[in-house]
């Protein structure tokens, strides 16, 4: 059975049922998308710590103009390649 809710200056509160059901804790982030004229809403993906910082690296080196091959240093040998 669908729940009603009604929204107030541009916002809807979604309740502890929704909240629950979804997997989504106060303050998480969400991410809000319109499928033929629906809103599907849904937990946001989040990336680990690692990911970020190597995305951080690859934005840095792009943003500086650098093409170096940081993986050089590295001896293949010893992971068979």
């Known amino acids: 059975m669908p729940i009603k809710r009604k929204i107030h200056a ?3 509160c979604l309740g ?3 909240l629950n059901a979804l997997g989504i804790k106060d303050g998480d982030e969400v991410e809000l998308e319109i499928k033929k ?5 849904r937990p946001a993906k989040t990336i680990d710590k690692d990911t970020l910082e190597l995305i951080k690296i690859l934005r840095e080196s792009r943003a500086s103009g650098g093409h170096e091959d940081y993986f050089e240093e590295y001896d293949y040998e ?3 390649g």
């Not at 004229?37 to 809403?41: L, N, P, Q």
């Open 37 to 41: 004229g629906e809103a599907v809403i």
């Open 16 to 18: 502890k049922e929704i």
């Open 10 to 12: 541009g916002q809807v």
């Open 78 to 80: 010893d992971v068979g």
